[in-house]
């Protein structure tokens, strides 16, 4: 039995890049398997968690349940390794640190990317704007009440 590859190109942290996927392979599985980026988990493999969130086009994702397939040549993907060069991200996970909100680290990719997009929309978000942003990612350990106030400090460091 053959296998059915298709090829696909895409912007992937800056570069364009190409690959070889299986029609059924998710963009999760391909930044995992075929780029070695792994940063993004699959926690529950249904878009329920977070722990898989990318930037695809500017917009937060769910990279378990997106199709590589069907990716085409002008989107975009950032991945948490992608943010190495960027004030806000590292500000955002410097934030995280000081405030004790990385504890096993598992959602801290969804958590810092989907801040960032808050951020970047939001350079003053209130606890509401902050707690609807994260909604979508599940954290099992540290609670929300420090990752909360991660993200305020590092939207306060914006206007210092």
């Known amino acids: 039995m053959q296998n059915n590859l298709i090829k696909i190109s ?9 690959s070889e996927v299986l029609a059924g392979m998710t963009v999760l599985e391909l930044l995992r398997r075929n780029f070695r980026l792994t940063a ?3 926690g529950c493999g249904k878009g329920e968690c977070g722990a898989c969130t990318i930037m695809l086009n500017d917009q937060p994702i769910n990279s378990c349940l997106k199709l ?9 993907i950032i991945s948490v390794e992608g943010f190495n060069e960027d004030k806000l991200m590292n500000n955002i996970q410097q ?23 808050l951020l970047q929309n939001n350079p003053n978000p209130d606890e509401h704007a902050i707690k609807q942003a994260l909604s979508g990612n599940i954290c099992r350990c540290t609670g929300y009440r420090k990752i ?3 993200v305020k400090k590092a939207a306060d460091r914006r206007h210092e």
């Open 10 to 18: 895409f912007k992937l942290n800056g570069k364009q890049v190409e």
């Open 40 to 42: 993004a988990k699959e």
């Open 68 to 76: 590589a397939a069907t990716l085409k040549n002008d989107d975009e």
């Open 95 to 117: 934030a995280f640190v000081e405030e004790g909100a990385v504890q096993c680290g598992f959602c801290i990719p969804g958590m810092t990317i989907t801040s960032y997009h």
């Open 148 to 150: 909360e106030a991660a």
